[in-house]
T-cell receptor
Framework: SQQGEEDPQALSIQEGENATMNCSYKTSINNLQWYRQNSGRGLVHLILIRSNEREKHSGRLRVTLDTSKKSSSLLITASRAADTASYFCATDEPGYSTLTFGKGTMLLVSP | DAGVIQSPRHEVTEMGQEVTLRCKPISGHDYLFWYRQTMMRGLELLIYFNNNVPIDDSGMPEDRFSAKMPNASFSTLKIQPSEPRDSAVYFC????????????FGPGTRLLVL
């Protein structure tokens, strides 16, 4: 089973700035999901993008998917201190029945 | 719905002791997943159930780990005997469907084996 890899491992920005995180994977996928994990908490689903979609929006979140490059990006616009968390991508592959999570990007948004 | 409930939230035990982690999934969800999270290995799937039946336990690290789901509203993950390398955060998640569905995670159990 493959594992998505997030980049960068850590990101530190100021409130109001945009944050961009990337996820790369190795083989074909059906869908890709992004999750957020606040310190000491479980993961929370943010957004799902299907392999036939190129871009998706949800509030201040924008996700893109480039299947030719096997990569996805998560953009958080006008970041807030409350966005401080780890962000994970999760992929599924045809033929596998479960998600595989990357190791995440730690985002720190300073006031 | 209260979401996925896990207990205990924290567990400190000594090497060799038995540890039992508990999970109550969201009502109506057919799938239940147990994960382990460490800094070194990230989030690893240990086992998952469909309609109370274990489907894939290939992620269970060794025979010291066992999981059960006696009914749709309760699952346990047991480690016996526990070892220091089992120290991690253990998450339970549930889902109404499988891969294409959102997984809903519990708050986790932070386990420390001394």
């Amino acid at each position: 089973s493959q594992q998505g890899e997030e980049d960068p491992q850590a990101l530190s920005i100021q409130e109001g700035e945009n944050a961009t995180m990337n996820c790369s994977y190795k083989t074909s996928i059906n869908n890709l999901q992004w999750y957020r994990q606040n310190s000491g908490r479980g993961l929370v689903h943010l957004i799902l993008i299907r392999s036939n979609e190129r871009e998706k929006h949800s509030g201040r979140l924008r996700v893109t998917l480039d299947t030719s490059k096997k990569s996805s990006s998560l953009l958080i616009t006008a970041s807030r201190a409350a966005d401080t968390a780890s962000y994970f991508c999760a992929t599924d592959e045809p033929g596998y029945s479960t998600l595989t999570f990357g190791k995440g990007t730690m985002l720190l948004v300073s006031p | 719905d209260a979401g996925v409930i896990q207990s205990p939230r924290h567990e400190v035990t000594e090497m060799g002791q038995e540890v039992t982690l508990r999970c109550k999934p969201i009502s109506g969800h057919d799938y239940l997943f147990w994960y382990r999270q460490t800094m070194m290995r990230g989030l690893e799937l240990l086992i998952y159930f469909n309609n109370n039946v274990p489907i894939d336990d290939s992620g269970m690290p060794e025979d010291r780990f066992s999981a059960k789901m006696p009914n749709a509203s309760f699952s346990t993950l047991k480690i016996q005997p526990s070892e220091p390398r089992d120290s991690a955060v253990y998450f339970c998640a549930s889902s109404p469907g499988l891969v294409q569905e959102t997984q809903y995670f519990g708050p986790g159990t932070r386990l420390l084996v001394l």
